[in-house]
């Protein structure tokens, strides 16, 4: 598991949490993929039947989801039989409602490997955008759907061998028959923007048929030709469903899986990876309408992950394993929580830095946060022992009830980063009025009023504890505990127990700090394990550097705004050993950026000098500073981590490159 998977995974839990925050009757399901060519292919490479492989990583996900406080109902797998039975069952009933066909196909064949190329068993050229794509899905390019035989130049994915066509019969759904239907269901459908418009575009576009079956052996073989497989995208979403089902069972109900999908008042949210939307909001309504199940009432699209402002790549050594990178370093798992739902919108791309995940624990978690929740527990403690005498401030209230809207709102927006911005300023209210009431010296001039003052902080941090319980469980029990309440489970509290007062004479147990600072020297180590695994994989086998990149196009080029600029200052950023603040003219103006050449040059090196920028680059911060373009430079071809800019001595700021 890595950090790419967890950007639906930890958002769809919180949402979860919150909705049982909000008296909902909630089951949360998911389940592993563990059909069609990707797990057909890994196995074949690691020479073990497919069954062997896919238990391998289902048991890794079932141990991880936990420590990661991620808890469903039920996740089972796309090859249970319960899966197997309901994928049969919604198959026979689109045949007997007239929406499977057979029709004679043309599909690839690689005469070097002898045998049929289904899916991603094919590269070739997207008919559409004209980059590389696999036989299934334009992967590289506009992420459109393609149909076997469509891919344009294929070639065999094993031996790079062109391809010739043969023909054979396959089935097909009637998808054409659904475009009115999935025009109106896009239009009233909940959920994101970027799910519907995506999906609505390519509805306007035209819709074809869908081929459903594979040349394959592995997969639920198709039941009127046994030579067949039922195409991975169809026995997929189908296991929400059966995962369902599983889950009915489980707790002694078999039939309590209808009150959700058949049709009814259950409602149906999905949280999904941008790059499935197609299959979320076409194929898959389309196929629950054609079977008389029930249709989603939310579809909620999350942006990517990137890798420090880099494309998630496992092959290039973008990537942050979640077990090598984290759990193992003993980070707690509820600050990446926090990280995953607080660092940026949820339709937006997620850019994963140490730097700017150490900022989000040390400023906002310690700094705000956790220094609110400890200076209350711990004054309250050692001025009374116990929750003192106290009646609830006016305002403090008012506040509370606000976040109770807020967070409310923010839930049925699927909107999580503002559950986390109303956490924060919940706690800023609570350190302003800590500070502003000095309790440290009305303890010395009236202790009863002091004792109120601090009544009323139990308040806020018990209030706090409740609202940050969704996004971090684990802190939010160790809060719970120190509050006193041994005998009470604080993930079974509700929104409105945020205004629920604590019992005065209730004793606070033994305060400290929830939220501990990411030491630097750990930062250092987790920043410098990426850095080794992105020189490792810019390393080709015979140990040279690999220079082969993918192509861009000329008016992708055009798009860079390189030009020369002046650097006019330069200072260290504080704490942070690799990194400098420069100031630098590039003829319209000075801009602010942060280098990490730290380590190459002094200020006295670079203050003064002109080099290339590229200073059309999305602002980031970095180090806590918001950087405005990025100095260009060359990595020495002897000397491994060392950096020379592009120096342009003599050549004015504000010089274009062409």
Known sequence: MHIGHLRTYVPADVFVRLLRKMRVDVTFVCGSDTHGTPVLTSAEAAGVPPKELYSKYHRHYLETFPKLGIVFDNYGTTDDPENVERTLQIVGELKKNGYIYPKQLETPYCDHCKRSLPDRYVRGECPYCHADARGDECDQGCGRYLEPGEVLNP??????????????????????????????????????????????????????????????DWGIKYPDDPTLTIYVWVDAPIHYMSSTEQWAKKIGKPNEWEKFWKPGNGKLVHFIGQDIVYHHCIFWPAMLKGSGYNLPAAIVASG?????????????????????????????????????????????????????????????????????????????????GVVPEGTIDPQLETEIKRSIETVIDAANEY???????????????????????????????????????????????????????????????????????????????????????????????????????????????????????????????????????????????????????????????????????????????????????????????????????????????IGGIESHGMILAVEHANEKGKWIPVWLDGVPPGSKAA
């Open 155 to 216: 070639r065999c994915a094993i031996c790079g061998s062109p391809t010739r066509l043969i023909t054979k019969e396959h089935y097909y759904f009637k998808l054409t028959a659904f475009e009115d239907f999935l025009r109106d269901f896009l239009t009233k459908v909940d959920g994101t923007k970027n799910a519907k418009n995506y999906a609505m575009g390519w509805v306007n576009e035209g819709l074809r048929d869908w081929n459903i079956t594979r040349d394959l």
């Open 304 to 384: 990517m992950v990137k890798i420090r402002n880099h494309n998630f790549s496992r092959s290039r050594g973008y990537v942050v394993w979640i077990h090598d990178d984290y759990l193992d370093k003993g980070l707690n798992p509820d600050y990446l929580r926090y990280y995953m739902v607080s660092f940026t919108g949820h339709t937006r791309d997620l850019d994963f830095a140490f730097d700017a995940f150490a900022d989000k624990v040390n400023i906002e978690l310690v700094g705000t946060f956790g220094n609110f929740i400890y200076r209350a527990l711990h004054f309250t403690k050692k001025h009374f």
């Open 415 to 621: 909107e999580l980063k503002k559950v986390c911005d109303e956490v924060l300023r919940l706690a800023s209210v609570g350190n302003e009025y800590f500070q502003s009431k000095a309790p440290w010296i009305l303890v010395k001039e009236d202790k009863a009023a002091a004792g109120n003052v601090l009544f009323n902080a139990i308040v806020l941090s018990r209030a706090l504890a409740i609202l940050m319980d969704p996004i971090m469980p684990n802190i939010a029990e160790a809060i719970w505990h120190q509050l006193g309440y041994e005998g009470s489970d604080i993930h079974n509290t509700v929104l409105d127990d945020m205004l629920t007062l604590p019992a005065i004479g209730t004793e606070i147990r033994d305060p400290r700090p929830v939220i501990s600072k990411i030491d630097d020297d750990l930062l250092n180590e987790l920043k410098a394990n990426i850095d080794a695994r992105i020189r490792a994989a810019e390393v080709s086998d015979r140990g040279e550097p690999t220079v082969s990149k993918e192509n861009i196009t000329f008016e992708e080029f055009k798009r860079l705004d390189l030009r020369a600029g002046k650097i006019v200052s330069c200072e260290k950023v504080p704490k942070k050993d690799r990194l400098l603040k420069i100031e630098v003219d590039i003829g319209t103006e000075v801009r602010t950026m942060v280098t990490g050449l730290a380590e190459m040059y002094s200020c006295d090196e670079l203050s003064g000098k002109t080099a290339l920028f590229l200073t059309n680059l999305e602002p980031k911060k």
